[in-house]
């Protein structure tokens, strides 16, 4: 199984966006696949507020592992990091019109109507599935993993 069927896989499973894409890259990036589960929880459904894609959010943590500075005096390793993390949203929204999961979604899922629509439209089933994907790929690309 490659890593966007996986992906996809774990989300459907129920774990949240986030989790799917951090999770898929955990073992390359020297995480285990419980932490990178744990850490990347609060991050679904836009920090379940509807802001920043949690797909997104997973992306850009992986980005932060593999590039990010471990010394803050690490100006290259900063900018390298930044440089990936804006070609990353840039493609995102290239493929998807934006990073917000209620533009997303056209519903803001962190109200109980935004909740139910999302439901009733199974957005959760038929879209969320291809911003996964699409981050992985992203990712895939960007970062050679």
Request: proline share 2%; hydrophobic share 35%.
């Amino acid at each position: 199984m490659n890593k966007k069927d996986y992906a996809i896989s774990c989300f459907n499973k129920g774990f949240n966006c986030s989790q799917a894409v951090l999770s898929m890259f955990s073992k390359e990036l020297g995480l285990s696949s419980e932490i990178a589960l744990k850490i990347s929880c609060g991050f679904g459904g836009g920090m379940k507020q509807g802001e920043t894609c949690g797909a997104v959010t997973g992306a850009l943590m992986v980005i932060g592992l593999k590039y990010g500075p471990k010394d803050p005096e690490d100006k290259l390793a900063k900018e390298k990091t930044y440089t990936l993390i804006e070609e990353f949203l840039k493609k995102f929204r290239l493929r998807n019109g934006s990073v917000i999961c209620k533009e997303l979604l056209e519903c803001d899922i962190s109200t109980e109507e935004g909740m139910r629509i999302a439901e009733e439209k199974e957005l959760f089933v038929t879209q969320c599935p291809k911003f996964v994907v699409d981050a992985i790929e992203i990712i895939e690309e960007i970062c050679n993993l």
